[in-house]
């Protein structure tokens, strides 16, 4: 069974104060003023009533935070009553400041001030219709100070929970925003290695699969030529296995990965010669001076190519040659790849309109991918006579 805490807190608090003033009320009567010097003229003695009036007064002080508003209206009432019958001023002033104060914490500015003024009138009508008359202005004046400091001090503890709850609701709000923008980069890493692994993945593949064809052609009439097949095949196949590792090795989180750097157009000439090897005769040009490359073109412009001759050695046919040819202009890097197969007819698996058509998805789309990540420009398709290209223009900032 749950316990309202802040209501027992309440009731506690209430039988407190009703003890408290219901002492003030008994121990201060007219006989105990005149014995210390205090005006007691018109003062009533303490009788059952009054004690009654007292409790009344304190009784709403339990449900201050439930109803703090109603609690002051029904507390100043017996207040106001012990007042005009003559009880002497202030007996239940402690129970009356603390409705006050949990008016002006826990109501809005308009009500906090309503509640307010209506302490003030109360108190005055006391003072006026009552047969007790004050020492002095000063005596009222320093029971208004009261009153406001008390309800100022409600109003400051609102202020401070709302700033609080504000404190709460931003911090809140920036956790989800950090959390958003953690989804969304795990997504993009996701996509990047995705990209990373088809493109290691499809180019070894196929050139072992051209490799293994090769050697099966071959394997009876001339098994050296067939041996070194083989041995291609085993080379390729732990250059992807290194490659896969150093890609999925980030997504390990219980040992450092060993990452090696990542490929560029300075590994050109290693991939020419394989695909060489596997039998799509491939030659290199290079244009320009060539210059240092952003990590991320530099990628992106090996991916393509390594895209692209992967396409060649898959679709385009027997007797195939292909054409890498980089060149280096000032403010741009223009990447080619061109073979001279059927162009795109049907058979190589490229339709007319100039797109691979890959299982996976994430060949050519891919590349598209990358090359707009860097404001390039991408074209593929058939070449008019025959033969297929593969090409991007990437602009370098700031003379790269």
């Known amino acids: 069974m749950r316990i309202d805490r802040s209501g027992l807190h309440d009731t506690v608090l209430a039988g407190v104060v009703a003890a408290a003033s219901v002492a003030q009320f008994v121990l201060y009567g007219p006989a105990r003023l005149q014995a210390e010097g205090l005006p007691a003229e018109g003062v009533r003695a303490p009788d059952p009533f009054g004690v009654l009036l007292v409790v009344l007064a304190c009784a709403p002080v339990a449900v201050r935070r439930r109803w703090p508003l109603a609690a002051l209206c029904a507390g100043l009432v017996p207040e106001a009553l012990l ?28 009500v906090a001030l309503g509640a307010l003024l209506l302490a003030v009138t109360t108190y005055a009508v006391g003072a006026v219709a009552g047969p007790v008359r004050a020492s002095g202005l000063n005596e009222h004046v320093v029971f208004a100070v009261v009153l406001v400091a008390v309800w100022g001090a409600g109003r400051s503890l609102r202020l401070r929970r709302a700033y609080l709850e504000e404190l ?36 070894h593949v196929s050139v072992m699969t051209v490799q293994a064809a090769a050697a099966r052609r071959v394997l009876a009439a001339d098994p050296d030529l067939a041996r070194e097949a083989l041995s291609a095949i085993e080379h390729t196949g732990r250059l992807a296995m290194t490659e896969m590792r150093n890609i999925v090795g980030v997504l390990r989180t219980d040992a450092r990965a060993e990452l090696g750097p990542q490929p ?41 190519v390594q895209e692209g001759l992967t396409n060649s050695l ?51 789309v891919g590349i598209r991918e990358r090359v707009a990540l860097y404001g390039g420009i991408l074209s593929i398709g058939p070449l008019p006579g025959g033969g297929f290209e593969v090409r991007a223009r990437f602009p370098l900032k700031d003379g790269l």
């Open 314 to 364: 898959r679709h385009a046919g027997a007797g195939v040659r292909a054409v890498v040819t980089v060149r280096h202009d000032p403010g741009e890097l223009d990447v080619e790849v061109r073979d001279d197969g059927n162009g795109g007819k049907s058979g190589d698996g490229r339709d007319g309109g100039g797109e691979v058509s890959l299982p996976s998805g994430h060949g050519l």
């Open 83 to 110: 007042d005009v019958a003559g009880y002497g001023t202030g007996v239940s002033a402690l129970s009356g400041m603390v409705l006050l104060y949990s008016v002006a914490s826990h109501r809005g500015l308009a």
């Open 264 to 304: 560029g157009v300075r590994d050109l000439p290693s991939l020419v010669e394989q695909m060489r090897e596997a039998g799509l005769p491939t030659s290199l040009r290079v244009e320009g001076e060539p210059v240092p490359l952003p990590a991320g073109v530099d990628l992106a412009a090996y991916r393509l």
């Open 168 to 203: 709460k609701d931003r911090a809140a709000r920036l956790e989800r925003a950090h959390a958003a923008d953690t989804r969304a980069a795990r997504a993009e890493e996701r996509s990047r290695i995705a990209r990373e692994l088809h493109d290691v993945v499809a180019h």
